[in-house]
């Protein structure tokens, strides 16, 4: 299995700049979350879908964000317009519903961010 | 306030010894609790599960407890080797997928 593929691994970028963080999720996995991670807050749930549909986008900072899932094998999380208080690491995890999964994340290897 | 709480939050060990770690909980209603790996750079990846009815689970030279009634949990490391150094995240799982409750972590490094 490939695992969970996020591109790109690292990003510095100037503040008021766009920013596309993208990933592959698990093929036949039907859960797909993106979380932030920085020292301060550690893991933080930005947004959540399940086959390709948003569930959970309370954890989504402000407007600036947004998450799409445009279909089951790929999805993004844009910034725009990015301030330094984003630069962080950012995971898309994802997870197969049923018995078996009993909720194990799958995470990518992580996009980190640097907003100058 | 947390409704996860990891104890220490950093710790230096020889590599050969052992060492436990702690998370307390308040989550309700609890479904499962994680331990989770994580190395530096790394995404975390999932050690073992805990479910109501598990008190004890190993695997490797990890070995994870799970008191209910005082929702704690425990994770320890027997034996330790330089590629145990990493953060070590709690993760409790709720009633639905977007109330997982993640702990800060403790971070672990071994030394020769």
């Known amino acids: 299995d490939a695992g969970v593929i996020q591109s790109p691994r690292h990003e510095v970028t100037e503040m008021g700049q766009e920013v596309t963080l993208r990933c592959k999720p698990i093929s036949g996995h039907d859960y797909l979350f993106w979380y932030r991670q920085t020292m301060m807050r550690g893991l933080e749930l930005l947004i959540y879908f399940n086959n390709n549909v948003p569930i959970d986008d309370s954890g989504m900072p402000e407007d600036r964000f947004s998450a799409k899932m445009p279909n089951a094998s790929f999805s993004t999380l844009k910034i725009q317009p990015s301030e330094p208080r984003d630069s962080a690491v950012y995971f898309c995890?994802?997870?197969?519903?049923?018995?078996?999964?009993?909720?194990?994340?799958?995470f990518g290897e992580g996009s980190r961010l640097t907003v100058l | 306030k947390n409704q996860v709480e990891q104890s220490p939050q950093s710790l230096i060990i020889l590599e050969g010894k052992n060492c436990t770690l702690q998370?307390?909980?308040?989550?309700?209603?609890?479904?499962?609790l994680r331990w989770y790996k994580q190395d530096t750079g790394r995404g975390p990846v999932s050690l073992t599960i805990?479910?109501?009815?598990?008190n004890t689970k190993s695997n490797g030279r990890y070995t994870a407890t799970l008191d209910a009634d005082t929702k704690q949990s425990s994770l320890h490391i027997t034996a330790s080797q330089l590629s145990d150094s990493a953060s070590y995240i709690c993760?409790?799982?709720?009633?639905?997928?977007?109330?997982?409750?993640f702990g800060a972590g403790t971070q672990v490094v071994v030394t020769p």
């Open positions: 998370c307390n909980y308040t989550v309700s209603p609890f479904s499962n």
């Open positions: 993760v409790v799982r709720t009633d639905s997928w977007g109330k997982l409750q």
């Open positions: 805990m479910t109501f009815s598990e």
């Open positions: 995890a994802t997870s197969a519903s049923g018995r078996g999964a009993a909720g194990e994340l799958f």
